[in-house]
């Protein structure tokens, strides 16, 4: 959940799927908690997307102010639609399996204890993540 003291200007709302059923769900919220923690921690501000779809009013109006990048695990899309929905277009949008093929690595197998190159691939998608964050804030 966000909280209303920590939100400024110059904040990137990070999205991700809840996809637990698929090994790319669990990529897509790991990398975006490295995102979160690691990578650019004092860019970014996550945005719970059952909260935001069950009608979180401040996650709603975050997304609706300022950017957003949703991250999402598979075709369906979750997090794009769900954000365009109720609060409007993201500022990216990014699919885990174009991150896997754009980088040539294989899909993961593996729900919950990643392997090692499992983690290693999760890196990579956290560093594309904070390279959209720093193009959307020079804008
Ligand atoms: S985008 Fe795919 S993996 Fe993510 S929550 Fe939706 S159906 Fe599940």
Redesign the pocket.
């Known amino acids: 959940m966000i909280t209303l003291n920590v939100l400024k200007v110059g904040k990137v709302g990070i999205v991700s ?3 637990e ?2 090994p ?2 669990t990529l897509s919220r790991l990398a975006c908690r490295k995102v979160l923690d690691e990578l650019r921690p004092d860019q970014t501000v996550t945005i719970c997307l059952p909260l935001f779809i069950a009608g979180g009013t401040e996650e709603r109006n975050f997304a609706r102010d300022f950017p957003t990048i949703t991250v ?3 075709e ?4 794009r639609k769900s954000t365009e929905k109720l609060s409007g277009k993201p500022g990216k949008s990014l699919l885990i399996p174009e991150i896997l093929s754009r980088h040539g690595i294989a899909k993961p197998v593996n729900l919950r204890n990643l392997r090692p190159e499992e983690k290693a691939t999760a890196q990579v998608v956290a560093e594309e993540i904070a390279r959209a964050v720093d193009e959307i804030l020079k804008k």
């Open positions: 799927c809840s996809g059923a698929i790319e769900g999402d695990g598979c369906k899309q979750c997090a």
